[in-house]
Nanobody, 121 residues
Framework: QVQLVESGGGLVQAGGSMRLSCAAS????????MGWFRQAPGKEREFVAA???????SWYADSVKGRFTISRDAKNTVYLEMNSLNTEDTGVYYC???????????????WGQGTQVTVSS
């Protein structure tokens, strides 16, 4: 069993920055690929970014490339640094862990409860 706890959401003005964190706790200490998805009101959950189990590789949605950076530390905590935010980045951001194929599909094994990010114009 894996528990994911997100933090760092809130309200930010367009053009601003925000950092999300997600701490994963496991009984076995196993590491996973970890990622972020988001869901805006009335829209489907969409892939944002992901990192491999050791942080050696990362993937991004085209809409966030060059603005968002995903990273992780050795303790199974993943971060999402978000810069140049715009109103289209508004939504609930979910942390995910697992070994999904493909990584962009919302079929990861474990999910956090989500954290709201609101970008005001």
């Amino acid at each position: 069993q894996v528990q994911l706890v997100e933090s760092g959401g809130g309200l930010v003005q367009a053009g601003g920055s925000m950092r999300l964190s997600c701490a994963a706790s496991t009984r076995t200490g196993r590491t996973f690929a970890m990622g972020w998805f988001r869901q805006a009101p009335g829209k489907e959950r969409e892939f944002v970014a992901a990192t491999s189990w050791n942080g050696g590789a990362s993937w991004y949605a085209d809409s966030v490339k060059g603005r968002f950076t995903i990273s992780r530390d050795a303790k199974n905590t993943v971060y999402l640094e978000m810069n140049s935010l715009n109103t289209e980045d508004t939504g609930v951001y979910y942390c995910a862990a697992g070994a999904p194929v493909p990584i962009t599909a919302p079929n990861w094994d474990y999910w956090g409860q989500g954290t709201q990010v609101t970008v005001s114009s």
